[in-house]
């Protein structure tokens, strides 16, 4: 008789692990790029966990003391031009 091959039970998690190496969250990508992109438009050097991307509602939250809030708010318009060339349709639409 014909012996079953031998099966192992995997964790859900497990199947899913090289997946999670190489695929970044599309919600830290737009956090980094966007404190990448306030760099560049402002000059203001923002740590990406200043700044929180809602995907639902494609807008950015930043959180930085009101002068700097103020300076960026300024500039408003061309840093999210400078989001929609880089990231295209995935790019916010709101910076708060």
Not at 35 to 61: G, Q
């Amino acid at each position: 008789m014909r012996k079953p091959p031998d099966i192992r039970i995997k964790k859900v998690g497990d199947l899913f692990e090289s997946y999670r190496k190489r695929l970044k969250p599309p919600q830290a990508t737009v956090e980094r790029e966007c404190a990448i992109a306030i760099k560049e438009v402002t000059t203001f050097d923002i740590s990406a966990e200043a700044i929180s991307y809602t995907v639902a509602t494609k807008t950015v939250s930043i959180q930085v003391p009101s002068v700097m809030k103020s300076e960026i708010f300024l500039h408003k318009k061309a840093i999210l031009n400078v989001l929609k060339e880089r990231l295209g349709s995935s790019a916010p639409e709101a910076l708060l």
